[in-house]
């Protein structure tokens, strides 16, 4: 028996699911939300982006406080493990689940908790941890499951010594050496977290460099600084079996390599969340890797059912994903949007120093033959970086040579991740407004490090002539 209707459910309450909510709440539909776990926010709260980055953040702290030479008397006085840094973002999380449980409160969403399955494309049944079930029928769905770490059958993760990037966060205790599989973003930023705190780590990457997608100068950077923080990289490794015993970790790799450390930390590729969804039996079959096909709208095959956020693929961002939902809310709402989501993401990656770019590498503008120049802000020479002591990093910006239009934004160093939006603003304007020559004609506050703009763009154009 069905006991409730609503106008759209969404299931999943990370970024993708709360955009969605909301939008479609402001809009005056009912509305229920359904979370599987005991609390709303979603792997991105719980286990991914807030845990890790948060974690990042002390990680930095504890770094400037060893750095900076007032407190060169006190550092013997201070022992951190790994779960002290933890319980850091315990804090944060707990923050992070009121706020956003208040915001389904204000705004009259339903929140259910319990597991939802279809059993036709029109009614869902929501299973509570409790053992009671009921049933609910939606005008529209929302999927908005996320996604988790890809397993290998062939890997046993019940083992204490085999995590992954969940379930590294229950460690308790600081690790002596680590193998990381799978050098794509969360291998970088757990390798440069964990060497940061001393730890010998094997980074085992499956390509012939880091994070081929970003500009060859920023992953050259990133792999010099990791070196220097103790981390040893692998390059074009791929893994043939894992032993585990209670002593160690042993990662057989195909060329013949072995590497032995106390933990291995498997980071190779995430699956979508979309098991015992009952989304065959309605005929929405994910692919191998659990995610569902979309169109330009995120609309299934069915077309009142739609998909955001890592469900359906890349970028598999947190940022992306909620404008994803936001998008699909105004859809529903009004069977069309006024407006498109930008196809370029700013790409943030929290490695210690951390990067983030939007746009175009050098790599691809000169397979492209487009004449660009390149205009670099070194950190070391801006006043703020020399202040904070955050002096490793440079800003990079490419541009056409004859319309001096914005073609790419690269940064590596503290702050990279805030930094970028500056060059965002300007790279996405139309026409001639977007044009290199705005930083030189505009004035930045002293000392910040938006200042490196100026810094790049008259480095850039002093390149022209």
Request: charged letters at 20%; one cysteine or more; proline letters at 4%.
């Amino acid at each position: 028996m069905v006991t409730k209707e609503y106008d759209t459910i969404v299931i999943g309450t990370g970024p993708g699911g709360e955009g969605a909510a909301m939008k479609l709440a402001k809009t005056g539909q009912r509305v229920a939300v359904i979370e599987a776990h005991d609390a709303v926010g979603g792997g991105c709260t719980h286990w991914g982006t807030i845990p890790s980055k948060a974690l990042r953040h002390s990680i930095q702290m504890l770094a400037d406080y060893r750095r900076n030479p007032l407190f060169q008397h006190t550092q013997h006085q201070v022992e951190v493990e790994f779960p002290d840094l933890l319980r850091a973002a315990d804090d944060v999380i707990s923050t992070q689940v009121r706020t956003r449980f208040r915001h389904y409160r204000r705004n009259r969403v339903d929140v259910i908790f319990g597991r939802a399955r279809f059993l036709t494309p029109e009614i869902i049944e929501v299973k509570a941890t409790a053992g009671t079930s009921e049933q609910l029928r939606g005008g529209h769905f929302v999927i908005a499951t996320g996604s988790r770490p890809y397993h290998p059958p062939d890997l046993d993760f019940s083992h204490p010594r085999i995590r992954d990037s969940d379930s590294v966060l229950s460690l308790e205790h600081t690790p002596k050496s680590v193998t990381i599989y799978g050098a794509g973003v969360i291998g970088c930023e757990y390798a440069s977290i964990l060497g940061s705190l001393d730890v010998k780590v094997n980074l085992v990457n499956n390509r012939d460099r880091l994070l081929s997608y970003l500009d060859d100068e920023i992953t050259d950077a990133l792999s010099y600084h990791l070196r220097q923080q103790g981390v040893v990289i692998r390059n074009d490794e791929t893994y043939e079996r894992v032993e585990a015993d209670d002593e160690g970790v042993v990662l057989h790799c195909c060329s013949g390599k072995k590497f032995r450390t106390e933990i291995l930390l498997w980071a190779n590729g995430r699956t979508g969340n979309t098991l015992d969804m009952g989304l065959e039996e309605i005929g929405l079959v994910p692919n191998g890797r659990g995610q569902l096909e979309v169109n330009a709208s995120y609309q299934t095959a069915h077309p009142h059912i739609y998909a955001v956020g890592d469900v359906v693929g890349a970028p598999s961002l947190a940022s992306a994903s909620y404008d994803q939902g936001r998008f699909v809310g105004a859809h529903i709402a009004d069977g069309s949007c006024d407006w498109s989501l930008i196809e370029e993401f700013p790409t943030g990656i929290y490695t210690v120093p951390e990067i983030s770019s939007i746009g175009r590498t050098e790599r691809e503008l000169t397979a492209a033959q487009i004449p660009y120049e390149v205009a670099q802000a070194d950190f070391k020479t801006i006043a703020r970086a020399q202040i904070t002591g955050h002096t490793v990093g440079m800003l990079k910006l490419l541009f056409h040579r004859e319309t001096l239009e914005i073609l790419g934004i690269h940064c590596f160093g503290e702050q990279a991740a805030e930094i970028v939006h500056i060059g965002q603003a300007i790279m996405s304007q139309p026409g001639e407004c977007n044009n290199i020559r705005y930083f030189t004609e505009t004035t930045f506050n002293y000392p910040t490090m938006a200042e490196a703009y100026r810094v790049a763009a008259l480095n850039g154009l002093n390149r022209l002539f």
